[in-house]
């Protein structure tokens, strides 16, 4: 995949994570899984993840939970090294597999339960929080895990996509952190081109921003899950074609 079309990727993934609070990861891990190696890619992806979150914790400044940011971010930090240490000892294309069948579940789940609502107390932060914080570390996708959990909070949207943000750069420090500490590099991607790709999730998220009042999440969702199980349905049956 070339520069372009990473940078393109790049653009319309963190708009889409950014409006809709996750979907940075889910959108560009299975694209980038197509040419590059499961440990790169989780690298690559967690840094773009990281600034898209930084932006969405500038962009959305409409107040934030403290209370969520650390129920969530707590377990989730602990959780997530769990998941990212598992990644080095763990076949790829097992893992390939495991993600192209949970990511399967998760949309024919969102299909079955649409009006599907967690009830907000403590303990539903407490383990969307470390759910999601593994799901981050394993596969890099945890987003839509949070955000199914912090949708119970009935939180206005600017502060809904703060929240979500800063939850998620708990997150992400912890497993890139751990991901670097066991010798994953970006020979694939080139650290020359990180400044352009950091600079087009920038561009996304201020998309995002001027439309995010304007399309309706549930839009996304049907969209994203649409795209989600085509891809799930190759890292499943065919993780190393």
């Not at 969530?72 to 990212?84: D, S």
């Not at 839009?219 to 190393?240: D, E, I, N, Q, S």
């Amino acid at each position: 995949m070339d520069t372009v079309g990473i940078a393109i990727l790049t653009v319309v993934a963190s708009a889409v994570g950014t409006m809709t609070g996750f979907g940075t990861s889910t959108i560009m891990v299975p694209v980038l899984l197509l040419f590059y190696p499961l440990p790169e890619t989780l690298l690559f992806v967690g840094i773009i993840h990281w600034f898209g979150n930084l932006w969405k914790v500038l962009l959305f400044r409409g107040g934030f939970q403290w209370k969520l940011v650390l129920c969530f971010g707590v377990p989730g930090i602990v959780a997530t090294y769990i998941g990212a240490a598992l990644v080095p000892n763990v076949s790829p294309t097992l893992l390939s597999r495991i993600l192209g069948g949970f990511m399967i579940g998760y949309v024919v789940f969102l299909l079955l339960k649409s009006s599907f609502q967690i009830k907000a107390n403590i303990g539903t932060s407490l383990v969307g929080g470390a759910l999601s914080g593994f799901l981050a570390g394993i596969f890099g996708i945890g987003g839509a895990v949070r955000g199914l959990f912090l949708t119970a909070f009935n939180l206005p949207k600017a502060v809904y996509i703060a929240t979500a943000g800063a939850i998620a750069l708990f997150v992400d420090t912890t497993r890139l952190v751990k991901y670097t500490a066991d010798g994953t590099r970006l020979e694939a991607f080139g650290l020359w081109t990180m400044p352009l790709f950091i600079a087009a999730s920038f561009l996304g998220a201020r998309l995002a921003k001027h439309i995010v009042d304007r399309i309706p999440q549930k839009h996304f969702r049907t969209v994203v899950g649409v795209f989600l199980f085509l891809v799930a349905l190759k890292l499943l049956f065919w993780p190393g074609q």
